[in-house]
T-cell receptor, first 114, second 113 residues
């Protein structure tokens, strides 16, 4: 298996633009998680899907952020409009539901909003 | 609310020596899982070791072992025979039955040649 695949690896955009981050989970995994990592706040859970259904989005910072999982093999995290304070590394992770072994993470997308 | 605390922002250890990274957590749950993840400069998050709370025996993976003290809510990571490739950020993490993992702020480990 190729692991969790995220794209793009790096994204630089101007303030006010729409940004879409993409994730392909490991085949067969039915839980998917989006995290944001910053120096100040560490790793924050943004949203969690199970069987393509959003279970907990309490970590989504504001309405500018939205996430979808239209099928078991694809998820997106969208920021519209983007702001400089959204600059961070965004990770996608997947697992089997309540898997003992923890999550498998993608390589992350480094987002810079200028 | 569950929390994970890593009190050591940075640590250094001489190559081939042993180092222990500390982690405490707060929970009212009795059944949960604990993890240590490694994040090298490549930023990939790599699972190092895991511990099920119902198991009294401490987990071991090659040079990595944990000291799990359930009553004290402590979960430290010991790295033996430190190698240059161990240099990374290490995150302690907690997972409970609703499937979410929360992470500590991390400890940056430097290996001195």
């Amino acid at each position: 298996d190729a692991g969790v695949i995220q794209s793009p690896r790096h994204e630089v955009t101007e303030m006010g633009q729409e940004v879409t981050l993409r994730c392909k989970p490991i085949s067969g995994h039915n839980s998917l998680f989006w995290y944001r990592q910053t120096m100040m706040r560490g790793l924050e859970l943004l949203i969690y899907f199970n069987n393509n259904v959003p279970i907990d989005d309490s970590g989504m910072p504001e309405d500018r952020f939205s996430a979808k999982m239209p099928n078991a093999s694809f998820s997106t995290l969208k920021i519209q409009p983007s702001e400089p304070r959204d600059s961070a590394v965004y990770f996608c992770a997947s697992s089997f539901y309540r898997e003992v072994g923890g999550y498998t993470f993608g390589s992350g997308t480094r987002l810079t909003v200028v | 609310a569950q929390t994970v605390t890593q009190s050591q922002p940075e640590m250094s250890v001489q190559e081939a020596e042993t180092v222990t990274l500390s982690c405490t957590y707060d929970t009212s749950e009795s059944d949960y899982y604990l993890f240590w993840y490694k994040q090298p400069p490549s930023r990939q998050m790599i699972l190092v070791i895991r511990q099920e709370a119902y198991k009294q025996q401490n987990a071991t993976e090659n040079r990595f072992s944990v000291n799990f003290q359930k009553a004290a809510k402590s979960f430290s990571l010991k790295i033996s025979d430190s190698q240059l490739g161990d240099a990374a950020m290490y995150f302690c993490a907690y997972r409970w039955e609703d499937d979410k993992i929360i992470f500590g702020k991390g400890t940056r480990l430097h290996i001195l040649p």
